[in-house]
Nanobody
């Protein structure tokens, strides 16, 4: 059973930076994609971005140029580096991995962007 655990959330000021980590019990090399999602208060969960097994990444327009997804295959960890954070980035962030055609989700970590 694949398990994903996020960490790194917290309070950060607007314009600040924060890096989230997602540790997978299964090898991320075997994951077709590893993605980051978020759910802001009162809103639907949305895709932030994802990284393919080959290493290429995609991001939603609102975070392009500010967020970067990377991975460490040895540590089975996927990262979400967030820069120039805005209040509208406040949300619970979730990591997701697809293995053998099935999606697995972490429990989420809260990011609050506020002065």
């Amino acid at each position: 059973q694949v398990q994903l655990v996020e960490s790194g959330g917290g309070l950060v000021q607007p314009g600040g930076s924060l890096t989230l980590s997602c540790v997978a019990s299964g090898s991320i090399v075997r994951a077709n994609i590893m993605g980051w999602y978020r759910q802001a208060p009162g809103k639907e969960r949305e895709l932030v971005g994802f990284i393919r097994s080959g290493g290429s990444t995609n991001y939603r327009d609102s975070v392009k140029g500010r967020f970067t997804i990377s991975r460490d295959n040895v540590e089975n960890t996927v990262y979400l580096q967030m820069n120039s954070l805005k209040p509208e980035d406040t949300a619970v962030y979730y990591c997701m991995g697809t293995y053998y055609g099935m999606s697995y989700w972490g429990g989420g970590t809260l990011v609050t962007v506020s002065s």
